[in-house]
């Protein structure tokens, strides 16, 4: 099964903007974004499908964060720009093995936090 390492979280100012990474030990038919806040469920924010330009993300985060996977792969990111508040939470990434499988192989998150 896949392995997953986020990286690239840290402290920012509102407004500010911040690339998330997310290393994968092997392939997958698509990769995904998910954050928690505390207190809160995990909410789903972004995914790509491996091979094409099929994304799809959450309404808060529409034209503000863009996900993109790296030519070798196994490599997942997110690039988020006017950072809010809002924004705040341990950010984790999934993997999807088939189209009809569940996310599976979540890593340990990397914690944003934007002040304001």
């Known amino acids: 099964q896949v392995q997953l390492t986020e990286s690239g979280g840290g402290l920012v100012q509102a407004g500010d903007s911040l690339r998330l990474s997310c290393g994968a030990s092997?392939?997958?038919?698509?990769m995904g974004w998910f954050r928690q806040a505390p207190g809160e469920e995990r909410e789903f924010v972004a995914a790509?499908?491996?091979?094409?330009?099929?994304?799809r993300y959450a309404d808060s985060v529409q034209g503000r964060f863009t996900i993109s996977r790296g030519k070798d792969g196994n490599t997942v990111y997110l690039q988020m720009s006017s950072l809010k508040p809002e924004d705040t939470a341990v950010y984790y990434c999934?993997?999807?093995?088939?189209?009809?499988?569940?996310?599976?192989?979540w890593g340990q998150g990397t914690q944003v936090t934007v002040s304001s």
């Open positions: 092997g392939p997958s038919y698509a």
């Open positions: 999934a993997a999807k093995m088939f189209k009809g499988s569940t996310w599976s192989g």
């Open positions: 790509i499908v491996w091979g094409g330009s099929s994304t």
